[in-house]
């Protein structure tokens, strides 16, 4: 039975571990595609900068959540039963697991003055974005 329990520790485990990260493979999906779809799929900036020579930036602030470390793995905790047996605890039902971090992040899109979508830059540490996040916002050609 320990092993069974432990094997399945295991596998959930490197099942996190594996997790890809497309925050910034997203954000390039837009390089050279217009200003216009952008907005249209990401909403109104939360900063908008209009540049004397016609070139504008745009800021989105997007937010990650974590539990102690970066990546969006999920917080779990294991503990040893009095029968000394393994026990995943649930972060909600440890108060010492649930700490989240916000890790805010600066998604920056550069704008020529012909309204293309110039570079892309991520900015912040530890930005996360899961296939949903790609899915939902990146340019699809």
């Not at 012909?114 to 949903?132: A, F, H, L």
Request: proline share 4%.
């Amino acid at each position: 039975m320990r092993l069974l329990i432990s094997l399945a520790l295991i596998i959930f485990l490197s099942a996190c571990a594996s997790t890809a990260n497309y925050y910034t493979s997203t954000l390039n999906s837009w390089r050279g595609s217009n200003a216009n779809a952008l907005v249209k799929t990401w909403g109104t900036p939360n900063t908008k900068i209009v540049n004397p020579n016609g070139t504008m930036v745009f800021v989105y602030k997007t937010k990650s959540y974590a539990a102690g470390r970066t990546q969006g793995s999920p917080a779990i905790g294991v503990n040893v039963s009095s029968a000394g047996r393994p026990v995943i605890v649930n972060p909600t039902e440890n108060k010492a697991l649930s700490r989240n971090l916000t890790i805010t992040c600066l998604a920056v899109f550069q704008i020529d003055k012909n309204g293309r979508i110039s570079s892309t830059e991520v900015r912040g540490k530890g930005c996360y974005g899961d296939q949903y996040f790609a899915q939902k916002l990146s340019h699809k050609r």
